[in-house]
């Protein structure tokens, strides 16, 4: 059997904190708002696996407010829902993510970013990015956001 999962995250702009994205550290940037590093991949492809799973989202998986979860790596949350989506039978097919955003410049990285993000899946991850032409959010420069969408199958 196989499933389709999407998942969305939008985080603003934080001076004070530095960017981690897709797994990588960005130095000279600015970070993402969030209770954890506000790794928006990480966190859109954690709700694309686990609604594909019909298992919840990343609220449910590790709560948004709790004290374990201040300035965590999101990784951390993706090996969450790997270890969930096992639990119930699925594994991962792939995965493919679109960034929205003005900054950063994503192509310099993005097949170390696929690397990164594919092993820690163990499954293939594309990453494509793209700006909002100066519309809304990510268009004003004030953050980004991330839709990914996750193909996974039943192991039984």
Do not use: Y
Not at 62 to 85: E, H, I, Y
Not at 129 to 135: G, P
């Amino acid at each position: 059997m196989i499933r389709v999962g999407t998942g969305v995250d939008v985080h603003a702009f934080s001076e004070t904190s530095p960017l981690r994205l897709a797994g990588l550290f960005w130095p000279d940037e600015p970070g993402l708002s969030g209770h954890s590093d506000g790794d928006a991949v990480c966190h859109a492809v954690v709700d694309s696996l686990l609604s594909a799973a019909g298992l919840g989202d990343i609220g449910s998986l590790v709560g948004v407010d709790t004290p374990d979860t201040q300035n965590a790596v999101s990784t951390r949350f993706v090996t969450l829902a790997l270890q969930k989506l096992a639990r119930a039978g699925w594994r991962p097919v792939n995965v493919s993510v679109q960034i929205i955003g003005n900054r950063p410049r994503f192509a310099p990285r993005r097949q170390e970013a696929e690397r990164t993000m594919s092993q820690l899946l163990g499954a293939p991850v594309s990453l494509a990015a793209t700006t909002s032409d100066s519309l809304g959010l990510t268009g004003r420069g004030e953050g980004l956001a991330v839709i990914a969408t996750a193909l996974i199958e039943s192991v039984e």
